[in-house]
């Protein structure tokens, strides 16, 4: 398969909006994950909604309200263009809406994972003298390790695949935010672009096939890890 | 005393109202299902956080609700061994028993772990994962985790009760070793009288969240007051005993302060000290001394109180030399027999309904099991 230029540099930037996505809303989607299983607090249930919603609303509307939001003139575009950071239009604000839309995924399956650990374990190492962070670090954490390499797999597929929130929040420029799926969008619209399409589709299934065998080994692994075969 | 307790908790059509101090030694919380020995046990653990009163271990206030003192957990050092083990299953044995030592004052002590390893057993484990252990096996590790984070004091929730009867017997002996070795002092809950009568010095009797009995474990079982708290089919008391021969029919002779015993299946070498349980049940009393029985264990005894309780029996305490035995008999029997307290009388005892295999055999507060 012959690939130009302007192909293989979607393909590249796929991968690292996709990567960057998935490393800055980590650690967010845990912490959120554990408010959710295992805190209970007034407006929870607002909270949760509002956490699911790039789920539900049409993507096109998360990109235009992130566009709202981080454009130059946006309540927090304008505050970060003062300090030089742009998103608009550029590969980092791609990296954002993937990881807004991909974000209540992972959520949903690092929650059931802590759901699944038995808190009376935290207790036993509460009083074997583990503090917090200890109890977090040293038994929620590998026990739960599965449940976020699914996360993680769900949050990067969404990425690479993530379309509508992207386009609208950071356009379709070539070499800047033109994604996979973009790519594909900019071959349709052209005539004769078939063929382009045609390949990148098949670069898509290959990624995608890809990422889920590296996921299954990892489960794998993790799961023997954690004494659970 | 090293522990002193004094608290209120309500749940939801129950409420704990407890106060007792307990001692550098072994005591028992015995009670039925629901009597609160859990919500004891996790309130002085800290994993409860009572509604009032106040608990404090040597000079150390844990809880104090006027002065809004809650020690977390996590601080208190205080031991816990769960009935359900509650490994956990990411880490191998070696790192579950080694879950606590890096909180320990001093750090992990491997001369101390090599010590519990080969005490309970867990040479063969260590690199083995919960999951792949056996009920008693899993406990023996609990045991050893909770005794190397260098615990103040060790609670121990009904830590049996979840095994079968052989795993019992298996785990029985490590923590009779553990208990005779041990300075830290030990909170033993359990519904089990067998395992309280060989294993503790003193008892607390909860029932429906109060205290209704407590005191040295001899004393309390050997007092007719128990008897309906305990059970009647369980109520008994202990004896301590001096094995001073085994004859060739397999039978041993012990010496009681008040007489010898003769029973089968002692396993102690000559010279130990052991205890021997007793149920009341098992006791016949007799005001002349009896001619041409089959049972060679006869105790002089002395009447010492009588207690009529609601139904047909009466519990009756006696002295055998410095001994207290308790029968139970019916309240017609006793009156046909003219019992008054400080009467003389011959207590008889069925030795060869003992089991073999369930008089301790080891150190010297093994106890005997005499169903």
């Given amino acids: ?229 | 005393m090293t522990l002193s307790v004094d608290i209120r908790h309500s749940f939801e059509g129950f409420s704990l109202e407890i106060s007792c101090q307990i001692g550098q030694s072994v005591t028992a919380i015995f009670g039925p299902s629901g009597a609160g020995k859990s919500t004891f046990v996790n309130a002085i653990a800290g994993l409860l956080r009572p509604d009032q009163g106040r608990i404090s271990l040597i000079d150390e206030t844990l809880f104090d609700s006027a002065e809004g003192v809650h020690v977390p957990p996590a601080q208190r050092r205080i031991g816990y061994v769960f009935q359900d083990g509650r490994l956990f299953p990411h880490l191998s044995v070696q790192d579950n028993i080694r879950f606590g030592a890096r909180y320990a004052p001093g750090g992990l002590d491997r001369a101390e772990e090599a010590r519990l390893v080969a005490l309970l057993g867990l040479e063969g484990l260590l690199g083995r994962r919960p999951g792949t252990l056996s009920g008693g096996e899993k406990q023996r590790v609990a045991l050893a985790r909770a005794w190397l984070s260098g615990p103040r004091l060790l609670l121990m929730d009904e830590p049996l009760a979840a095994l079968d009867e052989p795993r019992k017997d298996e785990i029985f002996p490590y923590l009779e070793r553990l208990r005779d070795l041990s300075e830290v002092p030990i909170i033993y809950v359990s519904h089990n009288l067998a395992e309280v009568a060989r294993l503790a010095d003193d008892l607390i009797v909860l029932q429906a969240g109060r205290v209704a009995l407590s005191g040295r474990a001899e004393d309390v079982l050997s007092d007719p007051r128990a008897l309906p708290l305990l059970g009647i089919r369980e109520a008994g008391a202990i004896l301590p005993a001096t094995v001073v021969a085994h004859d060739p029919d397999g039978l041993s002779r012990l010496r009681l302060s008040g007489g010898d015993l003769i029973l089968p299946g002692v396993t102690a070498p000559i010279g130990a000290r052991i205890r021997l349980r007793v149920l009341a049940q098992d006791v016949l009393l007799s005001r002349n001394p009896p001619d041409g029985l089959s049972s060679h264990n006869v105790l002089p005894v002395v009447v010492e109180t009588l207690h009529r309780g609601g139904g047909p029996g009466v519990a009756v305490r006696l002295r055998s030399g410095k001994d207290v035995l308790l029968a139970r008999i019916t309240a017609r029997a006793a009156e046909e027999m003219g019992l008054a307290l400080g009467q003389s009388c011959h207590a008889i005892l069925n030795a060869t309904a003992v089991p073999r295999g369930s008089i301790g055999g080891e150190g010297a507060r093994s106890v005997a099991d005499a169903p």
């Fill in chain 1, 1 to 229: 398969m012959n690939l130009t230029d302007a192909e293989w540099a979607a393909l590249a930037l796929s991968l690292k909006v996709s990567v960057w996505a998935v490393i800055i809303s980590l650690p967010f989607a845990i912490l959120v994950a554990w408010i959710l299983a295992r805190r209970e607090f007034p407006g929870k249930a607002l909270f949760s909604a509002l956490v699911h919603l790039p789920l539900v609303l049409p993507p096109v509307v998360t990109g235009y309200l992130l566009l709202l939001t981080f454009g130059k003139n946006g309540a927090v575009g304008a505050w970060l263009a003062e300090l030089g950071i742009v998103l608009a239009f550029r590969w980092t604000g791609a990296a954002l809406a993937a990881a807004i839309m991909g974000f209540p995924l992972m959520v949903r399956a690092i929650r059931l994972a802590i759901e699944s650990v038995d808190p009376r374990l935290e207790e036993a190492a509460e009083t074997l003298g583990a503090g917090r962070g200890a109890r977090f670090f040293r038994i929620t954490l590998p026990l739960i390790a599965p449940g976020i390499l699914a996360g993680v797999v769900l949050g990067f597929a969404k990425a690479i695949g993530e379309f509508g929130a992207t386009i609208t929040f950071v356009a379709n420029i070539p070499g800047q935010t033109q994604t996979l799926p973009s790519a594909i969008y900019a071959f349709l619209q052209v005539p004769g672009g078939e063929a382009g399409a045609i390949r990148l589709t098949l670069l898509a299934i290959f990624v995608a096939v890809g990422a889920v065998l590296i996921s299954e080994w990892l489960a794998r692994r993790v799961a023997k890890g954690i004494g659970r075969t």
